[in-house]
């Protein structure tokens, strides 16, 4: 018999967690699984339920949550001899994650979607001893990640950060960041958006980075550099309408990588790591492949 553990964040998204973490139970229940729920009461449940997850060796770890919640848990499988099979039942506002993995963004559909699912071992990456599945970034546009407020995201959803990301390109400061990419020569450049993703779907944008999967062993980088605001929106527009990422004059790149570090040069800037606050410049990025199975859609 299949052991189940399901750890639910009742405050992601639009508060729902709960109650779909409970008529889950019910059907893998009857599908003969042996279920233990478990609601989170704050955020250091999330580790706490998911080492005990891992110490009782349960076959299957399912988390009601969003990306801050799936990003926390997944930090805890660095350290453990167990690690359960995870699944996603989306109930943040924005999904990244799950999105990336092609798992529907209903829960009522995603809980039924783990049961027929197959799986996948999927890549993390880690920045300064941290691991993340979806991102990191550093800019202003970046910064406002965490800004936009537990409020706004329930009203607008992923369109609250676009809102926020096109005011933010005002106050957009510039910084200097010296990029060393595997073992080429290291470049500095100026620039005003710097992006590494482990897949596709980056800012709830699901073809961000149009070539990326979670399997294919590379972090993606993107960068904008500092340039007229008029150019910069047009750079964004271009990602935002499914164009190509790398512009004619060369105000954007894209590329792949394996590890890399990045030193802040001049100016300042915040990184955002799978939407939450994350560590300070120097930055040592790399990415760990094939380092935890998920359960995606057949
Ligand atoms: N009871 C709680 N249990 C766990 N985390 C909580 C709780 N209350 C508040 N939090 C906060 O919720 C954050 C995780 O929320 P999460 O990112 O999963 O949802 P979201 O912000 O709605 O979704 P998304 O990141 O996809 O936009 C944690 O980092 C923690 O700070």
């Not at 449940?45 to 848990?73: M, P, Q, Y």
């Not at 980088?221 to 929106?233: A, I, P, Y």
């Not at 915040?270 to 492949?289: S, W």
Request: glycine share 6%; hydrophobic share 35%.
């Amino acid at each position: 018999m299949k052991k189940v553990f399901i750890l639910a964040n009742p405050s992601s998204g639009k508060k729902q967690a709960e109650k779909y973490a409970k008529s889950a139970k019910e059907l893998y229940e009857k599908k003969g699984w042996q279920v233990t729920i478990k609601i989170t009461q704050e955020k250091a449940d999330i580790s706490r339920f998911t080492k005990e997850a891992c110490e009782n060796e349960f076959d299957i770890l399912i988390v009601l949550g969003g990306d801050g919640t799936v990003s926390e848990l997944v930090n805890v499988l660095k350290n453990v001899k167990h690690k359960p099979t995870i699944g996603i039942v989306p109930t943040g506002t924005v999904n990244n994650i799950a999105q990336g993995l092609g798992m529907n963004t209903d829960p009522e559909k995603a809980v039924d979607e783990l049961i027929k699912g197959s799986q996948k071992t999927i890549d993390v990456g880690e920045i300064n001893d941290q691991l993340f599945v979806s991102s990191i970034s550093a800019g202003s546009i970046p910064a406002t990640v965490w800004k936009v407020s537990k409020e706004q995201k329930e009203k607008l959803g992923p369109l609250a950060y676009f809102i926020e990301g096109l005011k933010s390109l005002n106050d957009n400061e510039p910084y200097s960041v010296e990029i060393r990419l595997d073992n080429q020569e290291p470049i500095e450049i100026d620039l005003s958006l710097l992006v590494v993703g482990v897949s596709n779907s980056i800012f709830g944008i699901d073809y961000f980075f149009d070539n990326a999967h979670y399997d294919d062993k590379k972090l993606h980088l993107f960068c904008v550099k500092q340039t007229n605001l008029g150019k910069q929106f047009v750079t964004f527009s271009r990602v935002l309408t499914n164009n190509e990422v790398t512009s004619e004059d060369n105000i954007a790149f894209s590329t792949t990588f394996e590890q890399a570090s990045f030193q802040l040069k001049q100016g300042k800037t915040n990184v955002a790591l799978d939407g939450e606050k994350g560590p300070t410049f120097p930055l040592t990025v790399k990415i760990h492949p094939h380092f935890v199975n998920f359960l995606v859609p057949a």
